[in-house]
């Protein structure tokens, strides 16, 4: 079983970074594919973005493009979601999900779920 922690959400304001990670234990990080997901109030969880097992391939959210940056240390287990010039409609609570497949950007392919953390962006 693979157990996923989110951390660094936090309330911002627009313009403002925030770096969120995922800690993966139960298995090696590097089996996995792994995505962040969001999701706002009254609306679906839609993808973010996603990066491979190990040579790092990434793909990103029209929206969010050349803004956030995916990233991962597998030595140390954790997946890092780095997001630079927040806005307002950046706010959600960010899931990070595990699967052995590819560079997925459905929910459905994903085998294994964190909590969440809330980020939050004032305006």
């Known amino acids: 079983q693979v157990q996923l922690v989110e951390s660094g959400g936090g309330l911002v304001q627009a313009g403002d970074s925030l770096r969120l990670s995922c800690v993966v234990s139960?298995?090696?990080?590097?089996?996995?594919?792994i995505g962040w997901f969001r999701q706002a109030p009254g609306t679906a969880r839609e993808f973010v973005a996603v990066?491979?097992?190990?040579?790092?391939?990434?793909v990103y959210a029209d929206p969010v493009m050349g803004r956030f940056t995916i990233s991962r240390d597998n030595a140390g287990n954790t997946v890092y979601l780095q997001m630079n010039s927040l806005k307002p409609e950046d706010t959600a609570v960010y899931y990070c999900?595990?699967?052995?497949?590819?560079?997925?950007?459905?929910?459905?392919?994903?085998?294994?779920w964190g909590q969440g953390t809330q980020v939050t962006v004032s305006s």
């Open positions: 999900a595990a699967n052995r497949g590819g560079l997925y950007r459905t929910t459905y392919a994903y085998d294994f």
């Open positions: 139960g298995r090696a990080i590097s089996n996995y594919v």
């Open positions: 990066i491979g097992r190990s040579t790092g391939s990434t």
